[in-house]
């Protein structure tokens, strides 16, 4: 799934002054959950309710639904304000040092009192466990932990991270009870205790339910008593059938761009009996390149392809205006994004230059390539989409491509051994910052795999943007990062997707639930009763 503002010191707080206060919260004469109970549907897994594992989006939904952080992502914002937290800053001027306080009367959903020892305990335990499934490489940076006293928490890291508060205000940063959760072992009954805006009352292979947490500490307000996850497990007709039909109140994730725009039109003819509410998203989709394989290794393959690819008509023809093309590794929307691909190898195809490229590089027949695919990871839409791409490779005489699709499983091993040429990578961000679509992708370590080395992105810009706590310090550097990455070619950006739920009529405050941040908020959805 994943992977990595300006700060004042400490007692200085994130963003503004404003932040110090606790947040909005319910009123003398409100309670909480007084809403109606609202069905969602999707057709992702959930594949942990263990915060130590979970590293999918399903799994994340619960967590940011279940369990609290010591910061959260406001509702349209990049820049995390307190949650479990009263305030929080780095204490050092050089960002690696960070320290937060806790609010006063914090606790789980079974009693226990939420102390520093369980903030502490959350972090030791994922790093300790280090599940491959899990999030404990966004935490790589913590050198220790200190808890002073019961509401106070400093984390000592390894090097300057200006991008710790946003990793922790993620699902990663998600605070578990030290009595509950045992400290060398995941939790595996489908239980979780947290203390957060739901409680998981239930939860099985098809449906999950949440129930308010009356005790809930924190800025977010409920808007309804309960929420049932209908899990789908990838069944997209089985999903729009069910919100078509009212069996769920909304789908989120999982509908194929068809099927979106098929409802969306409905929608618009007035007889759709539903409606489509759509928000912005950083998730985003590469074509990437084993920088050792015979084919993709040369320079001049890669480059004939970048002239070759027509964004518009993908986006366009295949994902029928559900995506945006994408014209460099940072998205739009994102600090520091520039359209590097687009100012090197334009929007529209030209053959020409790419057979230039290939005959510098001395091919002079078409090149034989095969694009490998999983669309069981990225996406429904995903094999349609390479053989879009297939397809205009081929209509320029100059390739041969064909399309592979295998299972996940495969597909990875496939990846990892070296075993593909070219092949798909989706991205959906753990955090709405540039670091998140850069420095887990170069490296010892990467996640595309793909051979490619710059020390000039390791070892110079990454870490240099890695210390600035003023981010909009960072553009230039990451503006050079991007151009370098356009010029070498490891990967090619394809698209920037938008996030979409179908609702019905009487559901509203779902433009609160889809940002950058992927933070689906079920507290935010207010379902009116039918009269």
């Not at 590469?286 to 040369?298: C, E, S, W």
């Not at 390479?386 to 592979?404: C, H, I, K, M, P």
């Not at 010029?487 to 639930?513: H, K, M, V």
Request: hydrophobic share 35%.
């Amino acid at each position: 799934m994943r992977r990595r503002v300006a700060w004042a010191r400490f007692p200085l707080m994130l963003g503004t002054a404003a932040l110090l206060l606790t947040g909005c919260g319910l009123t003398d004469d409100e309670e909480p959950g007084d809403g109606v109970a609202v069905v969602v549907g999707m057709t992702d897994e959930v594949l942990a309710t263990d915060p130590a594992s979970g590293y999918d989006p399903g799994s994340w939904l619960v967590f940011n639904n279940v369990f609290q952080s010591l910061l959260s992502f406001p509702p349209g914002g990049t820049e995390p304000q307190p949650e479990a937290a009263r305030e929080c800053g780095f204490t050092d001027r050089v960002s690696q040092r960070f320290t937060c306080t806790l609010r006063d009367g914090l606790t789980f959903t079974n009693g226990h009192e939420l102390t520093s020892q369980d903030v502490k305990y959350s972090f030791d335990r994922t790093l300790r466990i280090n599940d491959p499934n899990g999030p404990a490489v966004l935490l790589s940076s913590i050198d220790r932990i200190e808890t002073p006293d019961d509401t106070t928490v400093t984390f000592h890291l390894t090097q300057p991270d200006a991008t710790f508060p946003q990793k922790i205000a993620s699902g990663a940063g998600s605070i578990v009870d030290h009595r509950e959760y045992p400290s060398d072992e995941l939790r595996t009954d489908g239980e979780a205790v947290g203390s957060g805006v739901y409680t998981l009352e239930s939860y099985s292979e098809g449906e999950a339910v949440f129930a308010v947490n009356e005790e809930y500490q924190g800025p977010a307000e409920a808007q309804n008593s309960e929420v049932t996850l209908r899990l789908f497990n990838g069944d997209q007709k089985a999903l729009k059938q069910a919100v078509e039909g009212g069996e769920v109140d909304v789908a989120y994730r999982g509908l194929a761009a068809s099927d979106i725009a098929d409802l969306e039109s409905s929608t618009l003819d007035g007889d759709g009996g539903v409606k489509v509410v759509d928000g912005s998203s950083a998730e985003v989709q590469h074509l990437v390149f084993n920088m050792d394989d015979p084919v993709t290794g040369d320079p001049g393959v890669r480059r004939a392809i970048a002239h070759l690819i027509d964004r518009s008509t993908l986006t366009r023809d295949v994902y029928q205006r559900t995506a945006e093309p994408l014209y460099s590794i940072v998205p739009a929307g994102i600090t520091g994004h520039n359209t590097a691909f687009f100012d090197t190898y334009g929007d529209v195809p030209r053959p020409d230059l790419a057979e230039d490229a290939l005959r510098e590089s001395g091919f002079t027949e078409p090149v034989e390539l095969t694009l490998w695919v999983t669309p069981a990871r990225f996406g429904p839409d995903t094999e349609a989409a390479f053989e879009y791409l297939a397809g205009q490779l081929n209509e320029s005489g100059l390739f041969d491509a064909t399309v592979r699709s295998v299972p996940a499983d495969e597909f990875a091993e496939g990846v990892a051994g070296g075993d593909y040429g070219a092949y798909v990578r989706g991205w959906v961000p753990d955090y709405p910052d540039p670091d998140n679509f850069t420095a887990p992708f170069f490296g010892e370590g990467n996640i595309l795999e793909n051979n490619y080395e710059s020390p000039r992105i390791t070892e110079e810009l990454i870490p240099r943007t890695e210390q600035e706590s003023d981010r909009a310090r960072t553009v230039e550097d990451y503006s050079t990062l991007q151009d370098i990455v356009a010029e070498d070619l490891p990967l090619i950006p394809l698209w920037q997707g938008r996030q979409y739920a179908i609702a019905a009529e009487n559901i509203d405050g779902l433009q609160w639930t889809l940002d950058a941040s992927t933070v689906f908020r079920f507290w935010e959805i207010l379902k009116t009763p039918e009269e």
